[in-house]
């Protein structure tokens, strides 16, 4: 250190010094007591084992029950077992598979565009914002982001951190084998063009900490011994009672989350002081799960 | 693979799929001949070595000139090597420094508040969206995201991924030493909040792969050996020439910029079933540097 310079403080600070900051920006999770939290159907989990760690994917049937069944069935074959994420583009996506994508080179069945859902009074929908820059209206329906067009009654799985989609070419319905994660700001332009059929719930810090390709070489991983790689990806639904864990989400019906909503959209701590507007961004409401066991 | 599961096709299909998926998804980075990319100052240049890799930080004098002053004093004070990235929250920040920001535990002066700027017609600006959920208008500064309010005149950095700020307590003029990395999606509720003054323009992955802290203790890492630890950082000027890596980053006042934006504004290639809408969110656009040597 240099005469004149800063000095540095002892370590004691950094409780308290924590606890302001994390009081003063707001809780970035609902307090258990505010918040109910719904176990997800074992059907509905799949749990991926990587060098990394492992992640667990929320899978959603009712928005995307085609490509819900293959990619289960993917599983159960082993189908995804060894291979590794090849295409990582930092900001952007972490794709995986085994790049077989052309019609000519795979046997598995090509699956129908997915894309939206005709809206029915039957979804639950908890409301985020109204004139998003994206869509009329997004929100919420049983834990996943979606956004709707009122008009045009139709609904949809928004491109938000986390989200898992099947990877296609041009054909709208030429998804079949290969998926990708959301590892960056939304990119939300690919909303209702991409079979969405799942979310991260727990572990995106190890999707985070996948191996990235060359920017130059649009994240295309040419060192395979490089990538990331799945040992083996398991269904819930297959794992014993004993040995799986449960998964709690966030009950996105509830009232707790509807009030967590208006917190996070009226921020009335003295932190700001210049007071944020009061919008909220779907794809920025924190909505990891809990794993218990 | 059980009998009649899907079968894996060979891996010659990576190649051509992933090219397709490429072109059909846009390009994820301009081509290189048509923007014009720009050489950063060394003096506005932070090398953060780390175990995890090395992140190069672009400071921003001109947004927050008192807090690249503290910082570069800081820096060359090596006051930050050796400290960790002690909060970490998975799809936020990561923040690190020595946790001293409560006054009476350091000796380092406290920084006045950098929130916005007065808008001033010198200041590069290549719009990106009007009507921005947050803001009046968006766009880029010299590389920057940036929003800014006509009315009243006002311009500030905005939150996007990668963005350095300083922390602080409730008082506006109370950031001193440590900052965090905006690593998830935008917080912009934070905007005109806080004083940035950096952004990451190369190793996002790096700061990706920050050990992360439990979310129920709101991201503080209790156990210190686990939390990624700065080396050493060093400002670019204090470097010699032939051992730095010259930083360029795309220059938003291009011609080629503006036609980037207009691009990713307006999708026209076939892969979009749905056109997207034709907005851009500003923290969506890819704005890594490239190094060389």
Request: charged residues 30%; proline residues 6%; hydrophobic residues 40%.
């Amino acid at each position: 250190m240099k005469a004149g310079g800063y000095r540095r403080s002892t370590k004691g600070g950094l409780a308290a010094s924590a606890l302001i900051l994390l009081l003063a920006l707001g809780p970035q999770r609902a307090p258990a007591d505010e918040v109910t939290w719904r176990k997800v159907d074992p059907a509905n989990l799949a749990f991926m084992e990587l060098r990394e760690g492992q992640v667990v994917i929320e899978l959603n049937p009712v928005f995307a029950p085609k490509t819900v069944k293959q990619f289960r069935q993917l599983v159960q074959d082993r189908f995804y077992d060894g291979l590794s994420f090849y295409r990582v583009i930092d900001g952007f996506v972490a794709q995986g598979g085994d790049g077989s994508d052309l019609g000519e080179l795979s046997e598995v069945p090509l699956i129908d565009a997915e894309f939206e859902l005709d809206w029915s009074a039957d979804l639950p929908f908890t409301s985020a914002q109204k004139r998003d820059l994206f869509a009329p209206e997004t929100g919420f329906a049983d834990g996943f982001a979606v956004a709707r067009d009122p008009d045009k009654e139709k609904i949809w799985l928004t491109h938000c951190p986390g989200v898992v989609a099947m990877a296609r070419n041009e054909d709208a319905d030429s998804s079949r084998t290969d998926f990708y994660i959301v590892i960056g700001q939304a990119p939300r332009y690919l909303d209702r063009n991409m079979n969405v059929f799942g979310r991260v719930v727990h572990g995106m810090e190890v999707v985070q900490a996948f191996h990235r390709g060359a920017p130059g070489n649009d994240g295309i991983i040419r060192d395979e011994t490089a990538a990331s790689r799945i040992r083996t990806i398991r269904l819930g639904s297959d794992i014993p009672d004993e040995e799986r864990p449960d998964v709690y989400i966030m009950d996105t019906g509830s009232k707790g989350f509807e009030d967590l909503l208006r917190d996070r959209r009226n921020r009335k701590q003295r932190f700001f002081h210049h007071k944020p507007p009061e919008v909220l961004d779907v794809c920025q409401v924190p909505m990891a799960g809990r794993l218990t066991k």
